[in-house]
Nanobody, 122 residues
Framework: QVQLMESGGGLVQAGGSLRLSCAAS????????MGWYRQAPGKQRELVAT???????NYADSVKGRFTISRDNAKNTVYLQMTSLKPEDTAVYYC????????????????WGQGTQVTVSS
C-alpha cells in the first residue's frame, strides 16, 4: 500500500505565493519521479511540473519562471513553490508518484494523491 500526503493548498490573491508539499510512504522500493498535475473545472488534467530521482525537472510552459519543483529524497517528499499566482492557476492540484515497489522488479507503478485545491482570486 502506498500513501501520498498532500498539503499546502488554499486561497490566495493574484500575485501571491503558495507552497504545496507531497510526502510518499508505504510499499515503495525506490522513486523514479514525482510531480504535480492540475485540473480546473471543465478541463482535462494537465502537467504542471515533474522531477526525477536524478533531479531533472520539467515544467508546463504556463508556469515556467513562476513555479519551482524540488524534492527531498530522504523524506520522499516533493514540493511545488508557486509564485506570482494568477487566477488561471486555480485548480485542484494532484501529486503524482512513479515508483518501483520491489527490489527484484524494474516494473514502474503510478499513484495519485487525492488532490488539494488552489484558488487564486483576482
Amino acid at each position: 500500500q502506498v500513501q501520498l500526503m498532500e498539503s499546502g493548498g488554499g486561497l490566495v490573491q493574484a500575485g501571491g505565493s503558495l507552497r504545496l508539499s507531497c510526502a510518499a510512504s508505504g510499499s515503495i522500493f525506490s522513486i523514479n519521479a514525482m510531480g504535480w498535475y492540475r485540473q480546473a473545472p471543465g478541463k482535462q488534467r494537465e502537467l504542471v511540473a515533474t522531477i526525477t530521482s536524478g533531479g531533472d525537472t520539467n515544467y508546463a510552459d504556463s508556469v515556467k519562471g513562476r513555479f519551482t519543483i524540488s524534492r527531498d529524497n530522504a523524506k520522499n517528499t516533493v514540493y511545488l513553490q508557486m509564485t506570482s499566482l494568477k487566477p488561471e492557476d486555480t485548480a485542484v492540484y494532484y501529486c503524482h508518484l512513479r515508483y518501483r515497489q520491489y527490489s527484484y522488479s524494474y516494473m514502474l507503478y503510478n499513484y495519485w494523491g487525492q488532490g488539494t485545491q488552489v484558488t487564486v482570486s483576482s
